[in-house]
């Protein structure tokens, strides 16, 4: 198993471009998840899906778009770059989407993005 | 209103010394704690959750409700623990989502 996988790693982007960060999983996993990482304010989660054709948002939602159209795959779209959006991005994912007692969550390398 | 309090941004000790990273949280029933831990540009990893009551790497954290905190120790530091610490909950109206604290960076000195 390669266990989840972002891509790209590495990004730099103009304001007002838009893009998307890719995720996939190849754990058969219900859940998954986008959370951004910034420092002096930790995890904080974006957009998450509990299955396929299911997403809902999280804390911070908004400037980016989800869908998952497969199990495997959860993208999440920048729809208009801004310099606040510059972060580090981790994918995650977890078997069971009902509960997390005894459902480790898996977390993709990250993707580190720069807005200019 | 922050649910996941890590008081430290950093906190730096000598090899062979003890380790406290601290952790509080906020949630009026029952929650799920974590720790996770992320070294340099590495990804998130699960460290322990209190409901293993396990201990990994020499670590434990045991969750005290009356203080309702889940401080994750060690009694004698390591430079390979040198990483950044994350605290994470979750609760039932929480569904499958966890809160994360701030972190915090261990440094561990030779």
């Known amino acids: 198993n390669a266990g989840v996988t972002q891509t790209p790693k590495f990004q730099v982007l103009k304001t007002g471009q838009s893009m998307t960060l890719q995720c996939a999983q190849d754990?058969?996993?219900?859940?998954m998840s986008w959370y951004r990482q910034d420092p002096g304010m930790g995890l904080r989660l974006i957009h998450y899906?509990?299955?396929?054709?299911?997403?809902d948002q999280g804390e911070v939602p908004n400037g980016y778009n989800v869908s998952r159209s497969t199990t495997e795959d959860f993208p999440l779209r920048l729809l208009s770059a801004a310099p606040s959006q510059t972060s580090v991005y981790f994918c995650?994912?977890?078997?069971?989407?009902?509960?997390?007692?005894?459902?480790?969550?898996?977390f993709g390398e990250g993707s580190w993005l720069t807005v200019v | 209103a922050q649910r996941v309090t890590q008081p430290e941004k950093l906190l730096s000790v000598f090899k062979g010394a003890p380790v406290e990273l601290k952790c509080n949280y906020s949630?009026?029933?029952?929650?799920?704690l974590f720790w996770y831990v992320q070294y340099s540009r590495q990804r998130l990893q699960l460290l322990l959750r209190?409901?293993s009551r396990e201990s990994i790497k020499g670590f434990t954290a045991d969750l005290n409700k009356g203080e309702t905190s889940f401080h994750l120790k060690k009694p004698f530091a390591q430079e390979e623990d040198s990483a950044m610490y994350y605290c994470?909950?979750?609760?039932?109206?929480?569904?499958?989502?966890?809160?994360f604290g701030a972190g915090t960076i261990l440094r561990v000195k030779s």
């Open positions: 995650a994912s977890s078997y069971r989407a009902t509960k997390l007692v005894g459902n480790t969550i898996y």
């Open positions: 754990m058969n996993h219900e859940y």
């Open positions: 899906s509990v299955g396929a054709g299911i997403t």
């Open positions: 949630y009026s029933g029952s929650p799920e």
């Open positions: 209190h409901i």
């Open positions: 994470a909950f979750s609760g039932r109206k929480y569904g499958n989502k966890l809160v």
